[in-house]
C-alpha cells in the first residue's frame, strides 16, 4: 500500500550508520486513519477538515484512501462500544494508558468488531504502528490485547458477553452516548423507530449537491449523480470527489445537504403580504444557507449575512462571492447594528449541539455532554427574540436547527410563539411532497425517513 514515508523507530546500527532499520513500510491508511484520531484527541481537531488535509498531502491512492476514510470515521463513531470492549480486557482505566496507545486499540479493535478484517492483518498492523509510534513496549500490550479482541469475535459477539440491555444495549449497537439516545427517543415520539433512526445516524452520509446557478439534470449528468427526491435544486451523488466537479469549482453548485436546502427554501415560500425586498440570514457562516438564497430570490431582493464570527463571516463573503445586491456584516445577532423591523424574511439557522448532524461530525457525539444544551437554549431564545424584533409586523422569521433535540427545537419554537404578538406558520403544506415531516405544525426531517441531517425547522410570522 502506498503512504507517507515511515516514522524513524529510534536509533540503531553502527555508530556511522544511522538509517532507519529496514521493515515493512508501515501502511499508509492505517497510518493515517492513527493521525485523524491522534489529532482528535491530542488537539480536538475535527476529522472532516482534519482528514481530507492528510489525504491531500499525502497523494494516497484512492483504495487506500476510502480505507483510511472508513476506518477514521468508523472508530470515531464507535469509539463508546470500542472503549467498552477494551475495558473489559486492559487490567487499568483507559484514561492511564498512553493517549496514542489507546487510539491504536481502538483503531484495531474496530477493524476486528466491524469490518471484517482478517485477525492477523488487524493485530500485526496495528502492533507494527504501536511499536513505531509509542515504543517495543507498549506494542506488546497491543498485540495482547486485540489478540484477545479477535478472540472474542465481532460486535454482536462482544455486544452479547457486555450483556448490555435497554438504552445502553442501544447506544453501544448505535455508536452513540446514551444520553443521545434519550434526546432522539423525545424527538420520535418513542421507541417504534429509534434504532432505525440511531442506525441511520450512524451510517457515512450522502453526498448532496446543490444546484445554484447551473440546471439541475445538467448537474445530475455532470456528477453522475441522480436527482434529490424533496429539493429541486439537490442532487445525490453515488460516490467521487465532489471537488473535482467543474460548476463545484466554479461555485455554480456546491456540496449541500438536502435537508439544509429545504430549510432555506422554506423561508422563501411562507406566504407574505406586503412588500418583500429584505430578506436576513442572521448566523450565516459559513454560507451554505445564504449561497441557496441568493441563488434562488426574486430579482430586487437584497440580502444580508451576518455572522459573529468574522472567519465564518468570511466564509459567507466567499460563498456569496458574484452574487449582486448582498451585503456580509460581521454582528451578533442578539445585539444587531440594524434597525428594528428592517426585514421581510429572516433565516435564524441557530447554533446548536448538532446531534442531527452527527454523521459528518463523527466525534462530535464524544465531544457534546448533555451539560451543552442549556447554555445553547439561552443563546437560541435571545437569537429568536432578536429575530422576532428584526423583521416588520406580517414579516417571516425560519427557526432552524441541525439538531432534534426536544429543548433546542419545539421548546424554543413554542416560547416565541407564546406571545401574543407571534403566530405559527405550519410547515407541512410548505414541503408538500416530504412525507412524515410534520412534527406538530413545525417540521422535523431524519436520515432514516429522508436521507437527510435531522433538521428542525419552524416558521414564525410577527403579527404587529
Ligand atoms: C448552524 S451555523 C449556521 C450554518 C449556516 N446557516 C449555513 O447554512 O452554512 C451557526 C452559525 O451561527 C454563528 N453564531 C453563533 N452565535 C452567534 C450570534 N450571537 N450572532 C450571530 N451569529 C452567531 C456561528 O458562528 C455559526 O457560524
Known amino acids: 500500500m502506498s503512504g507517507p514515508p515511515r516514522r524513524p523507530a529510534g536509533p540503531r546500527g553502527g555508530r556511522r550508520d544511522r538509517r532507519p532499520p529496514r521493515r515493512a513500510p508501515l501502511d499508509g491508511a492505517r497510518l493515517t486513519a492513527y493521525d485523524v484520531l491522534d489529532g482528535v484527541s491530542a488537539r480536538e481537531a475535527y476529522a472532516n477538515l482534519l482528514l481530507p488535509q492528510l489525504l491531500r498531502e499525502r497523494d494516497l491512492e484512492p483504495r487506500d484512501a476510502a480505507f483510511a476514510t472508513q476506518l477514521a ?26 493517549r496514542r496507545l489507546l487510539d491504536l486499540l481502538r483503531l484495531g479493535t474496530y477493524q476486528l468488531l466491524d469490518l471484517r478484517v482478517p485477525a492477523h492483518a488487524a493485530v500485526a498492523t496495528t502492533v507494527d504502528l504501536a511499536r513505531a509510534i509509542v515504543g517495543p513496549g507498549p506494542s506488546g500490550l497491543a498485540n495482547a490485547v486485540l489478540r484477545k479482541v479477535a478472540a472474542g469475535g465481532d460486535r454482536a459477539a462482544w455486544l452479547a458477553q457486555l450483556g448490555a440491555d435497554g438504552d445502553r444495549r442501544l447506544a453501544l449497537a448505535t455508536d452513540h452516548p446514551e444520553w443521545i439516545v434519550a434526546a432522539w427517543r423525545e424527538a420520535l415520539g418513542g421507541d417504534a423507530e429509534l434504532e432505525a433512526a440511531l442506525l441511520a445516524d450512524d451510517a457515512a452520509p450522502e453526498v448532496h449537491l ?17 436527482p434529490g427526491p424533496w429539493s429541486p435544486y439537490a442532487v445525490r451523488l453515488g460516490g467521487g470527489d465532489p471537488g473535482r466537479l467543474p460548476s463545484v469549482r466554479s461555485g455554480a453548485a456546491a456540496v449541500q445537504d438536502e435537508g439544509s436546502q429545504l430549510a432555506a427554501l422554506l423561508l422563501t415560500r411562507a406566504p ?46 466567499g460563498a456569496l462571492a458574484g452574487e449582486d445586491d448582498v451585503e ?13 423591523g428592517s426585514f421581510d424574511r429572516v433565516l435564524l439557522d441557530a447554533p446548536c449541539t448538532g446531534l442531527g448532524a452527527l454523521r459528518r461530525r463523527p466525534e462530535v457525539r464524544w465531544r457534546r455532554g448533555p451539560d ?14 432578536s429575530a422576532l424584533a428584526s423583521v416588520r409586523p406580517g414579516g417571516v422569521v425560519a427557526y432552524v436547527t441541525c439538531s432534534p433535540h426536544a429543548a433546542e427545537t ?4 413554542d416560547a416565541a410563539a407564546a406571545r401574543d404578538d407571534v403566530e405559527v406558520l405550519p410547515v407541512v403544506p410548505l414541503l408538500d411532497g416530504v ?26 410570522r410577527r403579527t404587529r
Do not use: I, N
Open 73 to 98: 470515521y468508523g472508530a470515531l463513531r464507535a469509539q463508546g462500544t470500542l472503549d467498552a470492549v477494551l475495558a473489559t480486557l486492559v487490567d487499568r482505566p483507559l484514561a492511564d494508558l498512553d
Open 272 to 317: 407574505l403580504e406586503g412588500p418583500d425586498g429584505r430578506w436576513l440570514d442572521v448566523c450565516a457562516g459559513p454560507g451554505g444557507k445564504a449561497g441557496l438564497l441568493a441563488a434562488v430570490r426574486p430579482a430586487g431582493v437584497h440580502l444580508t449575512a451576518a455572522d459573529r464570527a468574522p472567519h465564518r463571516a468570511e466564509l459567507v463573503r
Open 372 to 385: 451543552d444544551v442549556g447554555p445553547l437554549v439561552d443563546l437560541q431564545t435571545a437569537l429568536l427574540d
Open 435 to 460: 412525507p412524515g415531516v410534520g412534527r406538530g405544525s413545525y417540521g422535523q426531517l431524519w436520515p432514516h425517513r429522508h436521507g437527510t441531517d435531522a433538521m428542525f425547522l419552524a416558521l414564525l
Open 410 to 413: 419545539v421548546a424554543v419554537a
Open 210 to 226: 446543490v444546484a445554484r446557478h447551473v440546471d439541475r439534470d445538467a448537474l445530475a449528468e455532470e456528477s453522475g449523480g441522480t
Open 328 to 340: 456580509v456584516v460581521v454582528a451578533d445577532g442578539r445585539e444587531p447594528p440594524w434597525a428594528p
